[in-house]
């Protein structure tokens, strides 16, 4: 069975400084790992994903995140902070549910932008 | 390209009160698809999922029911609705791999009075 954890139900930073925000997973099998973003009463919106190619991924807005084995995480960062990346992310893993494929979602950070 | 559709956007019911929330993907076919119910707190929590037409997998034992009565349709429902039925739904789609991310819908506010 798959699982997440988000340390930190809230993060506040100022506008324009750094972005972490952390996610660790635990996967009995090699993971696919998954950042979202939702802004307040909206649907979803995928940040970047990590499908085992290149560590560090890219994603939009300026985010990016490391994938890293031997610490089990997969945390997301963002170099300058902007107002508009106030919202909550969610990291997700996913995972065979009786051969079929699911994403498990950890509870979320809602990240707070001050000016 | 895909788009997925939820309706409606709002949805306020007394206890004891049917529901029937609807999902529907175009530009895709044979998805897989997905129901979550997310409470202030607790994240997304997986309800039903479903990799084909009358293919329903349920998480987690309630209330609640779902159908897919064709290949891009997803249709959320309850009989009599309960006070902890309240909440934001969504709805989501993917391809058939585990590496592939899920798409999702704008969501339901459902209020239970």
């Known amino acids: 069975a798959q699982s997440v954890t988000q340390l930190g139900s809230h993060v506040s930073v100022s506008e324009g400084a750094l972005v972490l925000l952390r996610c660790n997973y635990s996967s009995s099998v090699p993971p696919y790992l998954f950042w979202y973003v939702q802004y307040p009463n909206q649907g979803l919106q995928l940040l970047l994903k990590y499908t085992s190619a290149a560590t560090l991924v890219k994603g939009i807005n300026g985010f990016e995140a490391e994938f890293k084995k031997s610490e089990t995480s997969f945390h997301l960062t963002k170099p300058s902070a902007h107002m508009s990346d106030a919202a909550e992310y969610f990291c997700?893993?996913?995972?065979?549910?009786?051969?079929?494929?699911?994403?498990?979602f950890g509870k979320g950070t809602m990240l707070l932008v001050s000016p | 390209s895909q788009t997925i559709h939820q309706w409606p956007a709002t949805l306020v019911q007394p206890v004891g009160s049917p529901l029937s929330l609807e999902c529907t993907v175009e530009g895709t076919s044979n998805p897989n698809l997905y129901w979550y119910r997310q409470a202030a707190g607790r994240g997304l929590q997986l309800l039903f999922y479903s990799v084909g037409i009358g293919q329903i997998s349920s998480e987690v034992p309630q209330n609640l029911s779902a159908s897919r009565p064709q290949d891009r349709q997803f249709i959320l429902s309850s009989k009599k609705l309960l006070l902890s039925d309240s909440g934001f739904y969504l709805c989501a789609w993917s391809g058939g791999l585990a590496s592939n991310e899920q798409f999702f819908g704008p969501g339901t506010r459902l209020t239970v009075l």
């Open positions: 997700a893993v996913s995972g065979l549910n009786s051969g079929y494929s699911t994403l498990t």
